[in-house]
């Protein structure tokens, strides 16, 4: 049977009727509505309006729409491709065209940049002082093709934003009449996105044109977590050439991701070597004193007085990231207001007993030598044995080195828990430390394997 071009096939109505029930509305306006049917010797062919959409549709939505084609049409299969069907002629005269008078359109121009974010008040240790050299150095000398683009990679919550938005301040601070940009990637995705949905419907928008103006005639790109870009060929294209625009006419752009570029699955090469091109850098979970220092500056901010025991104990305990040990010290502040109390370490453990308790419900020995023996590939088993063997001994220390860092067991307790002495275990932690620092591969385990037992 082949349909009517005036309207939908009726497998399509009911395809869509029932992913209505299963797919956000968004998804369905934004992914499927678009889509153009037809049905033809057993097959549904369907056809998007650009590429953007039959990327998105094929990644998440193809395989259940053909079952639902099998299922509700009894067709044979489903087909999708770039294109339109044809349309019948009209017998009324279109609208006239309004004429063009030769004036772009300008939407007035927003940084989206936080003040609150700046050099002065970021907290700078051992783990971060290269991100925030890097950041420093991009705001005082943008555009400068050695410092082009500075990307900051990590972990969450350690700071990579903070250093990006307080980059950009810094830039607008030496020329307020720089148009500094700070989005999000899903922000850009989004951004773009829209402009090829309004191109489509309206063919004279002209909206993917003022897209592209609006990122290729700033001073200064920052984006944040550009691995947002994964798994979208289209953005990470235009993306690629909003870049290389900047680039060529020496404007700074400012990146961050969770990870390093070659980490980062489904990201174009050719993207992935620009990102890396520049000044890369990572910034690592901060070390017991720049936890203690973060406590004592966001305590300063709030004007509320903390306890050393209580500043030692939350540096120790809130290992992973500094949003979480922010979150902490709000938790005990607002408790405190409201309650009218002191903040004492007995106050403290009460506050955030539920916060330690899940911390240790995750991070315990056993999990890290379960995802340490994954990570390297090892059985557990292997990875508690007495072989000396090098690969497996260095997986071992790492493991031990890990229990150290993210638990708060004794050298003994650990110790006891892979069958050495406490003597091993510190051995471990001092060969891993110096490891962290002279070899890159070791490092990167560890920031790896830091990632996966804390978030």
Known sequence: MTSSLSAPPDTWVACLERLSSEVPAEALHSWLKPLQARVQGGVLHLFAPNT?????????????????????????SVELKIGSLAVPSQTHTPA????????????PFESHLDNYFTFDNFVEGRSNSMARAAALLAAQNPGNRQNNPVLLFGGTGLGKTHLMVAAG?????NNPKARVLYLRADDFFNRFFRALQEDYTNKNSLARDRFKRSFTKVDALLIDDV??????????????HTFNTLFDNKRQIILTSDRYPREIDK???????????????????????????????????RNTSIPED?????????????????????SLVARANLMGQAITMEFANDTLR??????????????????????????LRVLLSDTRK????????????????????SLPEIGEAFGRDHSTVMNACKVITHLRETDAAVHEDWEKLTRKLTE
């Open 390 to 409: 090098r690969t497996i001994a260095r997986a071992r220390q790492m493991a031990m080195a890990l229990a150290r860092e993210l638990t708060d067991r």
């Open 169 to 173: 301040n810094l830039i607008r601070q």
């Open 267 to 301: 990201l174009e090469p050719r993207l992935r070597s620009r990102m890396s091109n520049g000044l890369a850098v990572a910034i690592d979970p901060p070390d017991f004193e720049t936890r203690a220092q973060i406590v004592l500056a966001k305590a300063r901010e």
């Open 227 to 240: 691995h947002l870009l994964a798994e979208k060929p289209s953005t990470q294209e235009e993306f690629f």
């Open 354 to 379: 539920d916060l330690f308790r899940s911390q240790q419900a995750v991070i315990n020995i056993p999990n890290i030598q379960k995802v340490v023996a994954d990570h390297y590939s090892l059985q």
């Open 96 to 107: 006239p065209t309004p004429p063009v008078t030769g004036k772009t359109i300008e939407e």
């Open 52 to 76: 953007f959409v039959l990327e998105e549709v094929r990644e998440h939505h193809l395989d259940r729409i053909r079952e639902l084609a099998i299922h509700l049409g009894g067709l044979e």
């Open 310 to 330: 209580v500043v030692m104990m939350l540096a120790k305990r809130m290992q992973s990231n500094v949003r979480e040990l922010e979150g902490a010290l709000n």
